[in-house]
């Protein structure tokens, strides 16, 4: 189990030699990446935010290997910065004035939402890859939460699973800003199952899934005025073409969005202009990446699935998790998956057409394969085969982790957030995506 800060602890005592002092003028960040080193920010004087949230002065944050950050000022302000980071400057030029206008005329959506006593703002971010799309909407639902509101924040981006793990979709209301060297609080989120990392393995599930999840957003929007008026920021991933580029349609309808935000694509920005022309409630909007946004690799990408997930489990240094390892019996272990393979139509007598299988549900039995796979515990159950049925469009109550499985014993053995049992009769569905347990 974690717990353990000493050698991370240890490391932020920095050398004084490794010291350097910043002094922002207005409307000029600072820009680092971290190396295998971390790195300790403190903030003198003057005011300065990290993508929205206000750093407080003469706190100390510590940044760890990979973060790449940027601490902007709009009033100026006097920085220090501990350690060796890869990359460090000052940049002149950025598209916060754009940002924290955007973020003004949603606030205006937001109080006129508030006198005629409807939804407000449904905002959603887009553009191909590593163009700042969860930035901006880190920063876009910190400048909310500053002005008092409670948005909810969206997460289509399977690759990432930004509210809960990849393979999923989610959907959170934001109380509170992000934490400088973290995340947002993800307090009872609502989760959806979708068991791989990209939209193209299973469309069908994917238009399903974000269609239920818009629709409990909306009983949520029905049931807490503030989080109505508030409005929903949504995240989406990077690919823009094929069936990324309909799913963003999709998402558009789904959730009522009247605000598309396009990222630096002029090409995505016009596709989305004429096929939304005649959807007078959408605005498409061009919106400028910062020159600052860091190109991630594949690797990169992958280790940070891997973080994420093990910050699911684990939390971080600021917030610690302590997971349990338990047995659940071959007998108790209800797993399906979503979905089987199409047979192609060549395959089948002529004239004949292959039935859709892509929201079938197939049990599983325990073997071995399902070692280290993510299972979504999902809130239906398999008392009847009408509420089996459930499981496909049911929000989950969170995952576990198979980290063993013996056939002898006849046990899975489960790294889990919760305490055993698993919810009695719960289904649990497979999930494609994979996390070691290291610790
Ligand atoms: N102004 C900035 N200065 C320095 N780094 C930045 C800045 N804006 C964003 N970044 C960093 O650039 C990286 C990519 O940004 P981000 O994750 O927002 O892009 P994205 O479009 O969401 O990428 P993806 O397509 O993978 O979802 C992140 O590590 C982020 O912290
Ligand atoms: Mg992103």
Redesign the pocket.
């Known amino acids: 189990m974690s717990g353990d800060t000493g050698p991370v602890a240890a490391a932020t005592q920095p050398d004084s030699t490794n010291l350097h002092k910043y002094d922002l003028e207005k409307g000029t960040?600072l820009?680092?990446?971290v190396d295998a080193d971390p790195v300790v920010v403190r903030m003198v004087s003057g005011k300065g935010e990290l993508?929205g949230t206000e750093l407080r002065i003469e706190q100390k944050y510590t940044f760890k290997k990979?973060?790449?950050?940027?601490i902007?000022t709009f009033h100026g302000c006097k920085l220090k910065l501990f350690g060796k980071p890869e990359v460090q400057y000052v940049?002149m030029e950025?598209p916060m004035t754009f940002y924290i206008n955007l973020s003004n005329a949603l606030e205006g959506l937001r109080v006129q939402a508030e006198t005629q006593a409807q939804s407000g703002p449904n905002v959603l971010v887009c553009?191909?890859?590593?163009?700042?799309?969860?930035?901006?909407?880190?920063i876009l639902l910190n400048y909310a939460v500053r002005s008092g509101r409670t948005p909810i924040f969206v997460d289509l981006?399977l690759?990432?699973g930004a509210v809960s793990v990849p393979g999923s979709i989610g959907g959170v209301v934001i109380e509170k800003p992000a934490d400088v060297e973290g995340t947002f609080q993800m307090t009872a989120p609502i989760v959806y199952h979708y068991g791989h990392s990209t939209q193209s393995i299973n469309p069908t599930l994917y238009d399903l899934i974000m269609g239920a999840l818009a629709e409990a957003i909306e009983r949520k929007k029905q049931v807490d005025n503030s989080v109505k008026y508030s409005g929903i920021i949504v995240?989406?991933?990077?690919w823009v073409q094929g069936y990324g580029y309909q799913s963003l349609l999709q998402a558009i309808k789904h959730f009522n969005i009247d605000t598309v935000l396009v990222?630096d694509q002029e090409r995505l920005f016009s596709e989305l202009s004429r096929d939304l022309k005649n959807n007078n409630n959408t605005k498409v909007i061009f919106t400028p990446k910062?020159?600052?946004?860091?190109?991630?690799t594949r690797e990169f990408?992958a280790e940070s699935r891997d973080e994420r997930i093990r910050s699911y489990f684990y939390g971080n240094i600021t917030k610690p998790l302590y997971p349990y390892s338990f047995d659940v019996p071959f007998s108790q272990f209800v797993v399906y998956k979503i979905g089987s393979p199409n047979l192609p139509d060549s395959c089948l007598p002529i004239g004949m057409r292959a039935e859709d299988n892509s929201t079938k549900l197939l049990p599983i039995s325990p073997s071995i394969e399902l070692r280290n796979h993510l299972l979504a515990i999902s809130c239906a159950t398999n008392n009847t085969t009408e509420e089996l049925s459930k499981a496909i469009v049911s929000n989950v109550f969170g995952f576990v982790a198979v980290t063993n499985v013996d056939m002898e014993r006849q046990v899975v053995t489960v790294l889990s957030p919760q305490p055993r049992p698993l919810p009695k009769n719960s289904v649990l569905l497979f999930s494609d995506i994979q996390f070691v347990d290291l610790e």
């Open positions: 960040e820009r680092f990446e993508f990979g973060d790449k950050v940027a902007f940049a950025t553009g191909p890859s590593d163009v700042g799309k969860s930035t901006l909407c880190r981006d690759g990432q995240n989406t991933s990077g990222i910062s020159g600052g946004v860091v190109s991630r990408r």
